[in-house]
Structure formats: C-alpha cells, structure tokens
C-alpha cells in the first residue's frame, strides 16, 4: 500500500509541476522504479552481477580442485590395492 501511494504521490508531484511531456514524464517513471529497485535488491541483500561472477569462478575453482584430489585419491588407493 505504502509503495503504491509512494508512486502516486510522485506523479502527482510530475503533473503539478507541468512536466506533462511523455518522454520527461517516462523518464521519471524509470527513475522511480529504478530506485524502488535499488531499495528493495538492497534490502535483500543480493549480490550484484559482478560479484556473482566472481562467486561463481570461485566455485569452479574448488570444484576442479576437488576434482583433482579424488583423482589423487582414486589413483593412491589403487597403488596401495596393487602392493
């Protein structure tokens, strides 16, 4: 309800300001939204495109490494069957 009058409330602002233009009037609009976008992902705590990039090279970073030391593990406990 409070988003919904929060947006009400700055178009109200837009029209008595006379910026009834459509393209001032949808530029504003976006910058609105945008914002209520930047509050709302803020207050969720998500992480923004580059920092899931990073997260995500970490990820298959460790899961080659882990790769690698099961083949290490593979190949040792088939040396220590041969003996």
Avoid: C, H, P, Y
């Amino acid at each position: 309800m409070n988003n919904s009058k929060f947006v009400l409330n700055k178009l109200a602002k837009l029209f008595e300001q006379g910026l009834l233009t459509s393209k001032d009037l949808g530029n504003e609009i976006l910058t609105i939204l945008k914002s209520k976008r930047d509050e709302i992902v803020f207050k969720m705590k998500l992480t923004s495109k580059d920092e899931f990039d990073i997260l995500s090279k970490r990820v298959e970073n460790l899961e080659k490494k882990i790769g690698k030391l099961k083949i290490k593990k593979l190949q040792k406990t088939k040396r220590a069957k041969k003996s």
